[in-house]
């Protein structure tokens, strides 16, 4: 059982900066695939970048976060990561991480355990 618990959110300007933070539990935090997805008002939830296990050597990203959004991993820390740069209006929503046992993956159905999610505001 993995528990996940997001925090960093909080409402910016737009063109600012945000880091988001998911605190895991478990010992085995490095055996995990890891991700963050978002959901904004009236529209379904989407992913927006994820990591592969262990050292986390393969990244990938939605298209509308490319360039401007850093997704890490610290295992000692247990901690995932969410640098989110140029922040745009549209960027608003709740973010949510996520964990799976696989490598590395994009579709939020092949993640087991979720945050409660935080919320991410950027004003015009």
């Known amino acids: 059982q993995v528990q996940l618990v997001e925090s960093g959110g909080g409402l910016v300007q737009a063109g600012g900066s945000l880091r988001l933070s998911c605190a895991t539990s478990?010992?085995?935090?490095?055996?995990?695939?890891l991700a963050w997805f978002r959901q904004a008002p009236g529209n379904e939830r989407e992913f927006v970048a994820a990591?592969?296990?262990?050292?986390?050597?393969?990244?990938g990203y939605t298209d509308s976060v490319k360039g401007r959004f850093t997704i890490s991993r610290d295992n000692a820390k247990n901690t995932l990561y969410l640098q989110m740069n140029s922040l745009k209006p549209e960027d608003t929503a709740v973010y949510y991480c996520?964990?799976?046992?696989?490598?590395?993956?994009?579709?939020?159905?092949?993640?087991?355990?979720w945050g409660q999610g935080t919320q991410v505001t950027v004003s015009s």
């Open positions: 996520a964990a799976t046992s696989f490598n590395y993956a994009t579709n939020q159905g092949m993640y087991h355990y």
């Open positions: 478990g010992r085995t935090f490095r055996a995990y695939g």
């Open positions: 990591i592969s296990w262990n050292g986390g050597s393969s990244t």
